[in-house]
């Protein structure tokens, strides 16, 4: 099983910037797809970015796309996504998780969720 503890939320005008980093341990992930969620105040999460083990791969949704970057550091089992131009939409509770493959853990991630990282766009 692998523990999954996300960081580097906060509040952030509308335009800023925000990096946020997951730190994996336990079985280490390295031939795992590695992704990021969100939860949206009273909805479901939803898949925002995935990278493959090798970091060849890359698949965002279509809202975060050209704004939010997902890389990954295998040596050090971390995940990271930089928000760039955030609005007052991508307000929510981030969470990471990883998967077989990114298409497969965009609708089944295989761990059990951490507590995610609150980010907050002001307008």
């Known amino acids: 099983q692998v523990q999954l503890v996300e960081s580097g939320g906060g509040l952030v005008q509308a335009g800023g910037s925000l990096r946020l980093s997951c730190a994996a341990s336990?079985?280490?992930?390295?031939?795992?797809?590695m992704g990021w969620f969100r939860q949206f105040p009273g909805k479901g999460r939803e898949f925002a970015a995935g990278?493959?083990?090798?970091?060849?791969?890359?698949r965002y949704a279509d809202s975060v796309k050209g704004r939010f970057t997902i890389s990954r550091d295998k040596t050090q089992n971390l995940v990271s996504l930089q928000m760039n131009s955030l609005q007052p939409e991508d307000t929510a509770v981030y969470y990471c998780n990883v998967g077989l493959t990114v298409t497969t853990m965009m609708t089944k991630p295989l761990e059990s969720w951490g507590q995610g990282t609150q980010v907050t766009v002001s307008s």
């Open positions: 990278i493959s083990p090798s970091t060849a791969v890359t």
């Open positions: 336990g079985r280490t992930p390295s031939t795992d797809a």
